[in-house]
């Protein structure tokens, strides 16, 4: 899992510290992970589709269906449900304000077993609240939640805790500051910075 983590954080990480970025949130951010930039390199987003692919065949071979969340997750998910010959539907952040006004666009029935794509969790506010659609709208049961990548927030850990789902991530906070430290990136002097962010990232640098 090391060398998955490695190679797919590489394409992810833009780093810094002296202007950060603001996110939707509003929190103040000294590093952004941009996981839409690994659709435009054909041998990494097959290495995350190939390794998701494997993770689910291994964790969770009863899954009927793959669901991604919108818009991150649609288009890994799509490679994942082709990749494993399996239907696929996909999470909108809201029901649409027209025609049928869906929430969950695709085929799901009542019951089926679902592996839900996402392309990043912070809070996981957003993720499970993908999830809780699929479970009442749709009706079907969560196996897992599998991510490319987690800012490894205490907040999303308990949130998922608390939902009872599990989350599988191929890359994660702690690998991108190795990789950024060994890219030179960042410096040593930084990462504890970087790392009180992580603990704390609503009052970072205020």
């Known amino acids: 899992m090391q060398d998955i983590q490695l190679e797919v954080t590489k394409k992810l990480v833009q780093i810094n510290t ?6 939707a949130s509003g929190w103040k951010a000294p590093i952004y992970c941009d996981n839409r930039k690994l659709l435009s390199y054909p041998e990494a987003r097959t290495l995350v589709c190939k390794k998701f692919a494997e993770i689910i065949r291994k964790k969770y071979p009863e899954v009927e ?45 009542a019951g089926q077993k ?17 999830a809780e659609a699929i479970q009442t709208a749709g009706g079907a049961e969560i196996l897992g939640m599998l991510a490319i990548f987690t800012y490894n927030f205490p907040v999303a850990k308990e949130a998922f805790e608390k939902a009872g789902i599990e989350l599988t991530t191929l890359s994660r906070y702690q690998t991108l500051l190795e990789v950024a430290l060994e890219s030179g990136d960042i410096e040593e002097s930084q990462l504890e910075s970087l790392n009180k962010w992580r603990e704390d990232p609503a009052n970072w640098g205020k």
Do not use: C
């Open 18 to 23: 002296s202007n950060p970025f603001t996110w």
């Open 114 to 130: 679902v592996v839900i794509i996402e392309d990043l969790v912070s809070t996981g506010i957003s993720s499970l609240k993908a």
């Open 65 to 109: 269906v793959i669901a991604g969340v919108a818009t991150g997750a649609i288009a890994h998910g799509v490679l994942v449900a082709e990749e494993l010959g399996l239907p696929f539907i996909y999470v909108r952040s809201k029901p649409k304000d027209h025609g049928l006004e869906n929430l969950i666009e695709g085929d799901l029935k």
